[in-house]
């Protein structure tokens, strides 16, 4: 551990580095997962959890290590400034290497876990009743499908709803690298992505038509799910009646008269008043 000699020695600048561990990479929890906030965080304590969690959004940037300055880090974590073998920030370290979270080379490199491991039965024990209780469930409760899996699939619906969106398949796969997915998953993501939309854009409109591939029938169905049918918009011109050669009794034709002819004009005594064809003949009695 780096152990000022005195109280007034600053606080020395580490250099830090991941700490492989293939076993604990695959089977562990990330320290900013809800576990490690839930179940870790009773029996490392906060000042150690924020840490690590700083720690580890560092090595996100910079995968083949950093300095840390601990006397920034104490001033961003909140444990006190003064320096000294009793500084909190120097405590702080020493408890990620107790817990086997971390672990010290010499007096100034210091190797980092990326991955915390599952609680082991002592530290269960210390938990409250009700705490070992929830922690049981979690750790029974059933996954079924595998983390990598799930982070696959979560990655390849971003990367095709990022497409869908306008997105190039640079840019698709630099924004999934912000969103800290594994370079090579990112990669996996945006061509799956590019291969579904190029699906869907040559989909075949019969409808017995059953695509061969998984991808190509998952691209179908998500093709279906986002159309939509139009109905036609109802008609507002009303029916045409049709004239009829026969109207009813008392009601008059909707046929329009023939040329050459003038309808019939009734009088006011109830006769009716014939014209001429040439309109200008004069009236009969």
Known sequence: MPHPTDAESPLPVLTVE????????????????????????????????????????????????????????????????????????????????????????????????????????????????WLQAEHAEWVARPSDVPVVEQLRQRARH?????????????????????????????????????????????TPTVADAEPASPVARAARARAEQLSTRVAPPPSSLAPRSVPTDDPTPGSRSSRPPLSGTVPPRSSTAGGSIELSPEGDGDEAA
């Open 18 to 129: 991941p700490w492989a561990d293939p076993l604990v990479d695959e089977l562990g929890v990330d320290p900013r997962a809800p576990y490690v906030e839930r179940f870790w965080l009773p029996v490392l304590g906060p000042s150690t959890v924020w840490l690590l969690r700083r720690v580890a959004d560092r090595l996100d940037a910079e995968p083949d290590g950093f300095q840390l300055d601990l006397d920034d880090t104490a001033r961003c974590l909140g444990v006190g400034m003064r320096g000294g073998r009793n500084a909190p920030i120097l405590k702080t370290v020493e408890r990620c290497c107790r817990f086997g979270a971390a672990r010290m080379f010499g007096h100034d490199h210091l190797s980092v876990r990326r991955r915390l491991a599952p609680l082991n039965r002592s530290q269960v024990e210390r938990l409250p009743d």
């Open 158 to 202: 971003l990367a095709l709803s990022l497409l869908e969106l306008g997105e190039s398949h640079e840019a698709c796969e630099r924004q999934l690298h912000a969103w800290r997915f594994h370079p090579a998953v990112a990669f996996d993501a945006v061509r799956w992505a590019r291969s579904s939309s190029e699906l869907t854009a040559t």
